[in-house]
């Protein structure tokens, strides 16, 4: 007995990694999902494995729109497609958004970092749209190049600049020194302006 429920159990997840899921029942995809049952974005479709998938081939899916989607026609849709898991689909396929606003985007190598993506309403593909993946650390403070290039022309000699972009530190040591007599702001000036001089946090600029 004990033996059947776990091959019951089996089973069971293994029917979950081999189909495809269409995307939360929010109001967005239930504006999307509408019109023509068979020319709806991927994203709105239930797809089965099919015995004759291979990673990489193109295989004919039986696909459903789920019931909260209204659309026109048969919900019962084939779609040919290449068989293959949406976590394993080109990276210009889905967005991912990093929920690790620590990582330094300048470190070298590149520190990698946890995201949770989602693939693309337009591609198909098997199994959860929406996964984990390790992805290079990428995000922003909000800092904007533009007036940290601004600040530095015109209040630089302050500090204005540095204490802007998160260095108090060098930004006291500009304000009493007048920007080091001058050298110290056209430098920092130029480190701004080539992109060497980045946020202190360590995220990327906004341009």
């Not at 899921?21 to 020319?39: H, L, Q, S, T």
């Not at 989607?69 to 290449?82: I, P, R």
């Not at 606003?101 to 190598?109: G, I, L, R």
Request: with cysteine; glycine share 8%.
């Amino acid at each position: 007995m004990p033996n059947t429920i776990v091959w019951i159990a089996c089973i069971y997840l293994m029917s979950l990694t081999t189909r495809s899921y269409a995307d939360e029942n929010d109001d967005d995809m239930v504006e999307m999902c509408k019109g023509d049952c068979n020319d709806l974005p991927a994203s709105c479709y239930v797809c089965d494995l099919n015995d004759d998938c291979k990673h990489g081939q193109d295989v004919d899916f039986t696909c459903t729109v789920p019931s909260h989607f209204q659309c026109n026609g048969s919900k019962q849709q084939m779609k040919k497609f290449q068989c293959r898991y949406c976590y394993l689909t080109d990276p210009e396929e889905y967005k991912c958004s990093q929920t690790n606003y620590t990582c330094k985007v300048f470190a070298s190598p590149t520190p990698l970092v946890k995201a949770t993506c989602r693939a693309n309403s337009d591609v198909f593909c098997l199994g959860s749209r929406k996964f984990k993946k390790m992805v290079p650390c990428n995000w922003t403070g909000g800092y904007s190049w533009v007036v940290s290039v601004a600040l530095s022309v015109t209040l630089g000699g302050f500090g204005v600049d540095r204490f802007y972009l998160g260095y108090w530190e060098a930004g006291l040591g500009k304000f009493f020194s007048f920007g080091g007599i001058g050298i110290w702001t056209f430098v920092d000036f130029f480190l701004i302006f080539t992109g060497y001089l980045t946020p202190a946090d360590g995220s990327l600029f906004v341009w």
